[in-house]
């Protein structure tokens, strides 16, 4: 973003390039060999008053805003998992409030945007997902359970003192959103900046990646029913993104600075958090960066994208094997960010408004034009989860 806006919300706009590199990139995919509420009315513009600089520009010693939150005793998420279905019928899309500066104005000015279900197989809106009371537009973060039903999804609170917020919400079978359930958290944390989140197979847990202000991040572990908190930090590296939850519950998977797959023991984390690290999986390869994580449905493996390959690894490491190579538009970004459905058979990427959608197991790629109710073709296109 331009350095005319405010820090606080330059900052939010950082989150768009550190958690995911801009939009996904697109084109064809060649396989390689491998074993409701009616709509609510549109929403209006809000001015932005630039407020002081952000703390996040601090150079002193890595520290945070708020303790390191010790309060949810058990970080695994180890309940029954919620049942995969597949292929997907639905998949929701989220992106950031659009913002213009009039004329040679220095103030930013935001038109909210609310997250959308379509249909999966033809891109089509279906309805718009009601915003919870404190929350005025969607952010670009969603993260699907493996039932195809169950989403988390980020939203921007206002724009003076914006800050993000979680919520929850389930699609009836014809798709349409029921009500939003905030989680409140019990602990409070720095929101200003948020990388990545993840939705446990089970539902009951949010991981979410934050930065550390003077260097580092840390990787939250929220439960959703009482929004107790377990935070890490890893002082070292100052991006943790692309979070993925095991199957079982016990593990997260996570990409260091888009540099190298790791795994988070959280068993470990629950017994002796001062203690914890991370392994590495895998590193990366020269300079093409790692992007998107999805374990594969036992949990034996890991999907992800290097540059704009998808491939897998072993969860305990080893070779990587190719699954495919898309063939890209000039202009695409540098990585790829997806999604995969529970029966992991199914990946999803966006890229210019457009979804589109690989099977893993042949190879076949589908594309379809996403359709939004509200402001159509504006702004960077979504991210989306199934």
């Avoid at 005793?73 to 997907?88: D, H, K, N, R, V």
Wanted: net charge neutral; charged share 15%.
């Amino acid at each position: 973003m331009p350095s005319r806006p405010s820090a606080a919300l330059a900052g939010l706009a950082l989150a768009v390039l550190a958690a995911g590199c801009a939009d996904p990139a697109a084109g064809r995919v060649s396989l390689v060999s491998a074993s409701q509420p009616p709509a609510s009315p549109p929403l209006p513009s809000l001015t932005v008053v630039p407020p002081p600089s952000s703390p996040m520009e601090s150079s002193g010693p890595v520290r945070h805003p708020f303790p390191m939150a010790t309060s949810l005793a058990e970080p695994m998420a180890t309940g029954a998992p919620l049942t995969a279905t597949g292929p997907p019928r639905f998949f929701v899309s989220a992106r950031t409030p659009l913002a213009h500066f009039p004329g040679k104005s220095k103030t930013a000015v935001f038109t909210p945007v609310p997250p959308a279900v379509h249909n999966a197989e033809t891109g089509s809106f279906i309805a718009n997902i009601p915003l919870p009371p404190g929350v005025g537009s969607s952010w670009h973060l969603v993260a699907a359970a493996r039932d195809n039903r169950t989403f988390a999804i980020a939203g921007w609170t206002e724009p003076k003192n914006p800050h993000i917020r979680f919520f929850l919400v389930r699609l009836g079978e014809d798709g349409r959103p029921g009500k939003p359930v905030v989680v409140t958290q019990t602990d409070p944390d720095d929101l200003t900046l948020v990388y990545d989140l993840a939705l446990s197979a089970d539902g009951s847990r949010l991981a979410y990646a934050t930065p550390l202000i003077g260097g580092g991040a840390k990787i939250s572990v929220l439960d959703v029913a009482t929004g107790r908190r377990r935070d890490w930090k890893a002082v070292s590296h100052p991006m943790l993104s692309s979070l993925s939850w095991a199957p079982d519950g016990r593990s997260l998977a996570f990409v260091l600075g888009g540099r190298a797959i790791a795994s988070l023991d959280l068993a470990r984390l629950s017994a002796d958090p001062d203690s914890t690290a991370y392994q590495i999986i895998k590193n990366a390869t020269g300079a093409t960066p790692i992007e998107s994580l999805a374990h594969t449905p036992d949990g034996s493996a890991l999907i992800y994208a290097s540059g704009h390959g998808v491939e897998r690894v072993p969860v305990t490491g080893g070779p990587a094997q190719v699954l495919a190579r898309p063939e890209l538009p000039p202009g695409a970004s540098l990585s790829l960010r997806f999604s995969v459905d529970g029966t992991g058979e199914h990946l999803l990427y966006v890229h210019q408004w457009r979804a589109y959608q690989i099977d893993l197991a042949d190879g076949t790629v589908t594309s379809v034009r996403l359709s939004v109710a509200e402001r159509p073709n504006e702004g960077d296109s979504p991210r989306a989860a199934w």
